[in-house]
């Protein structure tokens, strides 16, 4: 394997999923060391709090370093593209916008891809803004109606003043909905209050049940307009330091073909989703429930699951039959006898289990699903393209998974030309209630070619 010389990096530690509320943890829990906790104090990075984010100054510095060593003969930094093909939060394409380089990203989650598309309108002009924010706020408070439905679960999460004025506001947003950057901001400063005017024990981002009380909320309407304040300082913060070039965000499954991309991007930073049973759709069904998108978690199978990456085991229980099936694929040669041991490993031990979890249909076909990213990275990518992948490895059920190693080898086999792996930190080694006493680590997996 060809060893890459990486530009000049700072550390980036990923915040790892804390899946207790799923039952399913097998890493190990939340560390307070995540630098999403340093994106909290950066402008319209902190407009929505996504625990699986990575840090944007990190980013920034990744980017700026890769430009750096590039011969500047051959560059011209504006129409340096960078991709992001695990949009997420919308970090990396905020980063772009600050460096001034092309940035453009995919998310597949209809909801995730919807606040990131809404941070990104953050050059609307604030005037404006705050006018059409406001309104939707007086509309709100002079208008009576009867409650609609809404989960059971959803209220146990508020009690009736805060849901009567939720409420209010969606209908307030539903009675003056149009497709004007004013309207995406103030559907997401209503969305972003959800959690903090809830006096459930909702975590920050996870899901939780409702059995846990906060003492004090915030009143929606004063939560609301807080949020718009603090947009709109935000909005004149980031413009003062960003350059003209603005980022595009597709709302697109990183799995398929994306023609228009075609031979056009020189680097990619990201972080797919872990093989960790971090249920991504399950993390945001508060706010689909108070949306209406779905009613509970049974609708997140149809409504967000089929465009996600299969990084958990939920997502998997149909396929469970035909794992081995899955297994035969070409697209996973390169790693066949290995995949192929820790998958049979995997269902033999899910019997010694409760939950039996399906672990080796989830690796199956999660390596499947980023196999085929992949190859369409490798149509995406210029030659001579740098890809980092923010990744951590995995070991369900105390079976090691070498996710950096297998997912070098397919992107080998999908064309690019070398592979190299960066630790920045180790995992589970602290904590007392570990499942597993498997040594993991956390890094960039870095591809060339
Ligand atoms: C680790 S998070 C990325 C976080 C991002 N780096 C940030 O700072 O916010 C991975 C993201 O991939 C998205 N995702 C999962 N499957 C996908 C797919 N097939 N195509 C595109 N995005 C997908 C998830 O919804 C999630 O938002």
Known sequence: MIQMSAPKRTNVQMLLFDDEQNSSQFDENITSSSTFINNMSL?????????AGF????????IRGTISSKSSSLLNEEKFVVLDPFVGSGTTLLATEQVGVNGVGFESHPLISRIASAKLLWNTDVGSFIDYANGILSFAKSHTKKLSQYPVIIQRCYDSDNLTMIDMLKYALSENANDSNEYHLSWLAFLSILRSTSHAGTAQWQYVLPNKSKTR????????KAQVELMCADMLEF??????IHSHLIQHDARRDFFDLENSVDMIITSPPYANNYDYADATRLEMCVLGEINGWGDL???????LIRSCSQHVSKE???????????????????I????????EEKDSHGGKKNYHTMIALYFLDLAKVWINLRKMCKPNSDICFVIGDSAPYGIYVPVDEWLGKLALAAGFNSYHFEKTRDRNIKWKNRKHRVPLKEGQLWIRG
């Open 43 to 51: 402008p319209i990075h902190r407009w929505f709090r996504y625990s």
């Open 55 to 62: 840090s944007a100054q990190w980013v920034e510095d990744t």
């Open 217 to 224: 909320v915030l009143s929606v309407y004063d939560a609301y």
């Open 239 to 244: 413009a003062s330091t960003a350059s003209s």
């Open 301 to 307: 199978q149809q409504a967000v699951r089929p465009s």
């Open 320 to 338: 469970k039959n035909q794992t081995f099936d899955f297994l035969s694929d070409p697209l996973l040669e390169p790693i066949r006898d290995e």
């Open 340 to 347: 192929f041991s820790v998958c049979t490993q995997l269902d």
